[in-house]
């Protein structure tokens, strides 16, 4: 059972869901008291990611109405509890796509919080006290200073707010798959809010990359502004036949329904197929060029808060940033429509310092 908001004190405001039509409007709310360990801190900027599409409209049948969305969340610091060790007021963080966890399983004790059975995400979900966890589409936001990262200051937080889930979806994979080997050969499917970083991700580790895409339409982006080696149409039998067994690795980000089989082929022997993006119906998987080639079909989701640290560190040592367009409050129910349609070159930020206001 939710518990009622009214239990806690701190006055918030921010856009909510009411229901599974997926529309938001301005929602006064609050936010726990600052625990002993809880880090406060005032919301600059926000990510749109395909989950939140997802959950506003309950798509995957677990949403907690009223909604408030978002978890790639950047801001500065306002208070601290008197516990709090790691953090102090005025610096730049973020929160990503969890807020909780059991803290005693051996995922937790592994740095592993994503795969712990009681993950608590970022909204839309129940946290310890029995509240329901509110997003970053608002003006505050607490939480326990384990599931804070702390944002480098030559970062810009606009930029940066995507990493903390589109970001770090791709550089876990890429770490734990050996695929961030110098000289390894990384093809990349699919060209959006994942793909993207993921092709920068892949050549500052020192990849050799591939983007793998349905059309010729992004492939001066690809390798032109993103730096990708190659490119390959998924679409001509030719290119995909002259590419066959050449790649250690691909991460596929495509949540839409798709062959699995071409893909498969383009992997050398013991290559891996690591899936991040979630299509909504299951796909066919052929058994026998796994076998034939001791091949790997695997899956991945974000990553633990330490991961998260090292990778937006790694981020501000190769000056990595999402490809973003910065967008007022009250554009969001446009921006998701268009998210449906995939236009957006690749990732919504809302300017949530600037553009959030009670008046709405």
Same mark, same amino acid.
């Given at each position: 059972?939710?518990?009622?908001?009214?239990?806690?004190?701190?006055?918030?405001?921010?856009?909510?869901?009411?229901?599974?039509?997926?529309?938001?409007?301005?929602?006064?709310?609050?936010?726990?008291?600052?625990?002993?360990?809880?880090?406060?801190?005032?919301?600059?900027?926000?990510?749109?990611?395909?989950?939140?599409?997802? =959950?506003?409209? #309950?798509?995957?049948?677990?949403?907690?109405?009223?909604?408030?969305?978002?978890?790639?969340?950047?801001?500065?610091?306002? !208070?601290?509890?008197?516990?709090?060790?790691?953090? $102090?007021?005025? *610096?730049?963080?973020?929160?990503?796509?969890? &807020?909780? %966890?059991?803290?005693?399983?051996? #995922?937790?004790?592994? *740095?592993?919080?994503?795969?712990?059975? $009681?993950?608590?995400?970022?909204?839309?979900?129940?946290?310890?006290?029995?509240?329901?966890?509110?997003?970053?589409?608002?003006?505050? =936001?607490?939480?326990?200073?384990?599931?804070?990262?702390?944002?480098? *200051?030559?970062?810009?937080? @606009?930029?940066?707010?995507?990493?903390?889930?589109?970001?770090?979806?791709?550089?876990?994979?890429?770490?734990?798959?050996?695929?961030?080997?110098?000289?390894?050969?990384?093809?990349?499917?699919?060209?959006?809010?994942?793909?993207? &970083?993921?092709?920068?991700?892949?050549?500052?580790?020192?990849?050799?990359?591939?983007?793998? %895409?349905?059309?010729?339409?992004? $492939?001066?982006?690809?390798?032109?502004?993103?730096?990708?080696?190659?490119?390959?149409?998924?679409?001509?039998?030719?290119? =995909? !036949?002259?590419?066959?067994?050449?790649?250690?690795?691909?991460?596929?980000?495509? /949540?839409?329904?798709?062959?699995?089989?071409?893909?498969?082929?383009?992997?050398? /022997?013991?290559?891996?197929?690591?899936? &991040?993006?979630?299509?909504?119906?299951?796909?066919?998987?052929?058994?026998?060029?796994?076998? =034939?080639?001791?091949?790997?079909?695997?899956?991945?989701?974000?990553?633990?808060?330490?991961?998260? !640290?090292?990778?937006? *560190?790694?981020?501000?040592?190769? #000056?990595?940033?999402?490809?973003?367009?910065?967008?007022?409050?009250?554009?969001?129910?446009?921006?998701?429509?268009?998210?449906?349609?995939? @236009?957006?070159?690749?990732?919504?930020?809302?300017? &949530?310092? #600037?553009?959030?206001?009670?008046? /709405?």
């Amino acid at each position: 059972m939710v518990k009622s908001q009214g239990e806690q004190t701190m006055k918030a405001f921010g856009w909510a869901a009411r229901d599974s039509s997926g529309v938001l409007s301005p929602f006064h709310f609050s936010r726990r008291e600052t625990g002993a360990k809880d880090v406060v801190f005032r919301v600059l900027y926000c990510g749109i990611c395909h989950t939140d599409l997802h =959950m506003v409209k #309950n798509e995957w049948g677990m949403s907690i109405y009223p909604l408030v969305p978002g978890h790639e969340i950047v801001g500065v610091v306002t !208070q601290i509890g008197n516990k709090v060790e790691k953090i $102090k007021v005025g *610096d730049k963080v973020g929160v990503g796509y969890m &807020v909780g %966890s059991c803290g005693s399983c051996d #995922n937790c004790d592994d *740095d592993l919080e994503n795969y712990c059975p $009681k993950m608590i995400p970022t909204c839309s979900a129940i946290d310890h006290d029995g509240t329901a966890t509110r997003g970053g589409f608002s003006d505050i =936001m607490v939480a326990h200073e384990q599931f804070i990262v702390h944002i480098p *200051d030559k970062l810009p937080l @606009d930029a940066t707010a995507p990493l903390l889930c589109a970001g770090i979806t791709v550089y876990s994979p890429l770490k734990h798959f050996g695929l961030d080997k110098p000289g390894t050969h990384v093809g990349i499917v699919g060209l959006g809010g994942l793909g993207h &970083v993921a092709v920068k991700f892949a050549k500052a580790m020192g990849a050799k990359v591939t983007v793998i %895409s349905t059309s010729a339409n992004k $492939k001066e982006e690809a390798i032109e502004h993103l730096g990708a080696d190659s490119f390959l149409v998924s679409r001509d039998q030719d290119q =995909m !036949q002259a590419a066959m067994s050449t790649m250690d690795g691909i991460i596929d980000t495509v /949540s839409a329904v798709h062959s699995l089989g071409p893909l498969i082929g383009l992997l050398k /022997s013991q290559g891996k197929l690591i899936m &991040v993006g979630a299509p909504d119906k299951p796909l066919e998987l052929p058994v026998f060029p796994l076998i =034939m080639g001791r091949k790997i079909v695997a899956g991945s989701c974000t990553g633990g808060i330490k991961e998260t !640290q090292e990778m937006i *560190d790694f981020a501000a040592k190769h #000056n990595i940033t999402s490809l973003i367009e910065v967008i007022p409050i009250d554009y969001v129910n446009i921006a998701l429509n268009r998210l449906v349609k995939g @236009d957006v070159r690749y990732r919504f930020v809302i300017d &949530v310092g #600037n553009t959030l206001k009670p008046s /709405s």
